[in-house]
C-alpha cells in the first residue's frame, strides 16, 4: 500500500524569461493584432460658460414685460359740411331779377352788433324754411369809406371783409349751405346770396 510518501514531489513552476529572438518575435505578432471592437472615444467635457469662468452663478433671465397697450382714441365726431355755390340755374334766375327770400341790411352796425345779427337773422329764416336771403354788407371805400362813424379810423370794408369768414364759421355750417356775391340788380359787390340748410338736411 502506497502512502502519500510515495507521490512525487510537485515542483513550483516559474515563467521563463524571453530571448531577445522570442521578444521581437512577440512584438512583431502584437503589431498585426487589430481590436475587433475600437474603444470609444472619451467624451470631451462641455466648456464652461463666461459666468462658471468668473465664479458666479448663472441667473434666470428676467421675463420680458410687454408694453400695456394705449387705450382706442375716442371717434372724432363728423366736421361741418362743405360749403357748396349756388346751382347755374338758380344763379341765371337770380340775375333775371328773381327775388330773394328774405334781406338783411348790416349798415351802420359795429362788428359786434353785425356778427350777432347776421347769426339771428339766418336761424330765424332757417326756422321759417326760407332756402335764399340776401345779406347787405356795403361796398365800402367811397366817400368816408362807406363806414359808420361808430367804426374807427381807417377801416375800410371791414362788414364787406368779414362777413363772408362768418358764414364759413362752423357755428353756422349747419345753417348755410353756400354763399356767393350778388348780381347787380341785388346790390353786387356790396351783397351776398346765402343759400340757407333746410331744417330736415340738419336732423339726418
Do not use: C
Not at 410687454?66 to 337770380?94: F, I, M, T, V
Not at 321759417?128 to 359808420?148: D, E, M, P, Y
Not at 369768414?165 to 340788380?185: K, N
Amino acid at each position: 500500500m502506497s502512502g502519500a510518501d510515495d507521490q512525487p514531489p510537485r515542483t513550483s513552476r516559474r515563467r521563463r524569461a524571453l530571448g531577445a529572438e522570442e521578444r521581437e518575435l512577440w512584438e512583431h505578432v502584437t503589431r498585426s493584432v487589430r481590436r475587433l471592437r475600437p474603444e470609444p472615444p472619451a467624451a470631451t467635457p462641455p466648456e464652461p460658460s463666461f459666468p462658471e469662468l468668473m465664479g458666479e452663478e448663472t441667473t434666470k433671465a428676467a421675463p420680458v414685460l410687454a408694453a400695456p397697450s394705449k387705450p382706442a382714441l375716442p371717434p372724432r365726431p363728423p366736421g361741418p359740411p362743405p360749403l357748396a355755390p349756388l346751382e347755374p340755374k338758380l344763379r341765371r334766375r337770380l340775375s333775371r331779377g328773381a327775388e330773394v327770400d328774405a334781406r338783411l341790411d348790416l349798415h351802420g352796425l359795429t362788428q359786434a352788433a353785425a356778427h350777432h345779427r347776421l347769426g339771428a337773422f339766418l336761424r330765424s329764416a332757417q326756422g321759417q324754411g326760407l332756402a335764399l336771403v340776401l345779406v347787405i354788407t356795403g361796398k365800402g371805400g367811397a366817400g368816408n369809406g362807406g363806414l359808420s362813424p361808430l367804426f374807427g379810423e381807417g377801416e375800410r370794408g371791414v362788414l364787406r371783409r368779414l362777413v363772408p369768414q362768418w358764414l364759413a364759421e362752423p357755428a353756422l355750417r349747419g345753417i348755410v349751405v353756400g354763399f356767393e356775391t350778388a348780381s347787380r340788380g341785388h346790390g353786387g359787390e356790396g351783397a351776398l346770396y346765402v343759400r340757407l340748410r333746410r331744417v330736415r338736411e340738419v336732423r339726418r
